[in-house]
């Protein structure tokens, strides 16, 4: 799972922002430690609000050249 690098409260939120054509982009946290990195092109899985708060939503993505251009 990754996170956006706006914390979008809602899923609603995040995807009024893609609507609006805000450039959203993603990050893994600890991806330097784990190993796993966010793709520049493909899916991602997301989750919000960021940490410490519960996570109340998730959301696949689509990203190109970095860039969140899809949201479901």
């Given at each position: 799972m990754?996170?956006?690098?706006?914390?979008?409260?809602?899923?609603k939120a995040l995807k009024e922002a893609i609507a609006k054509g805000q450039r959203v982009t993603v990050y893994q946290p600890n991806g330097d430690?784990?190993?796993?990195?966010?793709?520049?092109n493909g899916t991602v899985y997301l989750e919000g609000p960021h940490y410490p708060k519960a996570?109340?939503?998730y959301a696949e993505a689509t990203v190109k050249d970095g860039i969140i251009v899809k949201v479901k």
């Open positions: 990754a996170y956006t690098k706006v914390n979008y409260l809602t899923k430690v784990t190993g796993f990195n966010t793709p520049e996570h109340t939503w």
